[in-house]
């Protein structure tokens, strides 16, 4: 039994053992090389193929978008196409600023915003921050 796995099989064992022998950064860094394509795969699973030319948060609205050109913490920005157009953010952090910001963005453009820990570009190190327009706005 270890903290976060009741059940550790020999082979999660050994891996744990030999990340605790490197340093802080390399876990890090090996448990995004390791997990990658994984968020990659998840990433098309839920959010569909990236888009590519211009990657710019407006595309979700058209020109009706009301606010500055970059969305509060954008970093390694991406728009994917799904059952819905979606535009994400992947930030080393947010401060509480930042936040604040995203909410005002939302809300004075109809989007949703969803922050959770499963980026793809640096595992561990990145959040992702999905925004869609709001399905009441769409409704109307």
């Known amino acids: ?8 099989s020999r082979a999660y064992l050994a891996a744990v053992d030999a990340l605790k ?7 890090n860094r090996a448990y995004a ?19 590519s ?12 978008a009301q606010f500055r050109d970059s969305l509060p913490g954008d970093d390694h920005v991406e728009l994917r196409r799904g059952a819905n157009l979606t535009y994400i953010s ?28 499963r980026s793809w570009y640096f595992p561990g190190s990145t959040l992702r921050v ?6 009441i706005r769409k409704r109307n």
């Open 1 to 8: 039994m270890t903290e976060f796995n009741g059940r550790p």
């Open 21 to 27: 022998r490197l340093s802080l950064d390399d876990r």
């Open 33 to 51: 090389d390791s997990s990658a394509a994984d968020l990659r795969a998840l990433a098309v699973r839920q959010g569909g193929q990236k888009l």
């Open 53 to 64: 030319g211009k990657k710019s948060w407006r595309r979700l609205l058209g020109k009706s």
């Open 90 to 117: 992947h930030p080393y952090g947010l401060a509480f600023g930042d936040l604040k910001e995203i909410v005002e963005a939302c809300e004075a453009n109809g989007l949703e915003a969803h922050i959770d820990a």
């Open 130 to 135: 999905t925004y869609r327009v709001n399905s």
